[in-house]
């Protein structure tokens, strides 16, 4: 025999009431050590009902029920809402990282390091010398499944791009997750030093890191370091890269009667170092440093 839509109707109300005995909602009163006093919803008395392992509970808390065979307990809490927890690695070299009990998905985000800005020479009567802005360090970021991730996973931070009067500024290092490699961002190459002149006539900044491994689900280059510029006896350092995790640098550009500045440091993390400037008869000067990298794992649970 067909059953047709009144049939269906009537099981289905069937099937809603017996579940509305079987289930209910309500408020936290009191947590003792086997048993919860709860004020059911429409109730003016709270009861006891049976805890459950799989939802801590506090008063005030509100919280799904629910009845097996004479007894009621908590399956579900409401008010609670599970907070991320972060951990920040942001000193350079290598390390190695936990995975927390109980997450159940990771969001990894790796940002490498700024490279150096370029240094300027020693300079003359009426020429100058200037160095070009370090690249910013590239980052990615990508989600994994528990499941998927040992219970230890070693990484390394990206190092600054170091900086020296008159040379060239050093690439900022690779940050990277996991060996073999999950996830990778490669540093910004360095600043670019002039030679001494009083031409118009520029320092290349560095490229900013653009190389990445793992497949990330997002993936950010650093910025191109600007390019150092100068004429006759003054000069100017280029700005740093910046990062999807910091500024570069700012140039240097001072006066004629300014001998020489170094440049400004790239900020954390993973920006550019600015370069420097000599102008007339000033000494040899510095680029800034390149913001360091950085490695975050965010469990989700």
Same mark, same amino acid.
């Given at each position: ?5 009144? /049939?269906?109707?009537?099981?289905? @109300? ?5 579940? @509305? #005995? ?9 947590? #003792?050590?086997? @048993? ?14 049976? !805890? ?9 808390? #509100?919280?799904?029920?629910? +009845?097996?065979?004479?007894? /009621? ?44 800005? !370029? ?6 009567? &009426?020429?100058?010398? +200037? ?10 970021? +990508? ?12 990484? $390394? ?43 118009? /006539? ?34 100017? &350092? ?59 794992? $965010?469990?989700?649970?």
């Amino acid at each position: 025999m067909a059953i047709n839509a009144d /049939w269906l109707r009537i099981i289905d @109300e069937l099937i809603s009431r017996k579940l @509305e #005995r079987l289930t209910a909602s309500g408020t936290v009163v009191e947590r #003792r050590t086997t @048993e919860v006093m709860v004020l059911f919803d429409g109730s003016a008395v709270a009861v006891p009902v049976k !805890g459950s392992s799989s939802a801590a509970v506090a008063a005030g808390d #509100r919280v799904g029920l629910a +009845k097996f065979g004479t007894d /009621w307990t908590v399956i579900a809490n409401f008010s609670a809402a599970p907070i991320p927890q972060q951990k920040l690695f942001d000193t350079a070299g290598a390390t190695t990282w936990t995975k927390p009990p109980g997450a159940r998905r990771f969001l990894v985000e790796v940002q490498a390091g700024g490279g150096g800005g !370029g240094g300027s020479l020693n300079a003359v009567s &009426g020429q100058h010398s +200037k160095g070009g802005g370090g690249g910013g360090g590239g980052y990615a970021r +990508k989600w994994f499944n528990a499941v998927d991730l040992p219970d230890e996973v070693p990484l $390394t931070v990206g190092a600054a791009g170091n900086r020296s009067n008159g040379n060239p500024g050093g690439s900022g290092g690779t940050s990277s997750f996991g060996s073999p490699v999950l996830l990778s961002a490669s540093g910004g190459l360095g600043g670019q030093v002039s030679g001494v002149s009083s031409a118009t /006539w520029g320092a290349l900044g560095g490229a900013g890191g653009a190389t990445f491994a793992g497949d990330p689900d997002l993936a950010v280059a650093g910025d191109a370091g600007g390019l150092g510029v100068g004429g006759g006896a003054i000069g100017s &350092g280029g700005e740093g890269g910046g990062s999807f995790l910091g500024g570069g640098g700012v140039g240097t550009v001072q006066g004629a009667t300014v001998a020489s500045t170094d440049g400004v440091n790239g900020q954390a993390y993973g920006g550019g170092g600015g370069g420097a400037q000599t102008n007339t008869t000033g000494g040899a000067a510095m680029g800034g440093l390149g913001g360091r990298g950085c490695v975050i794992v $965010t469990a989700h649970f």
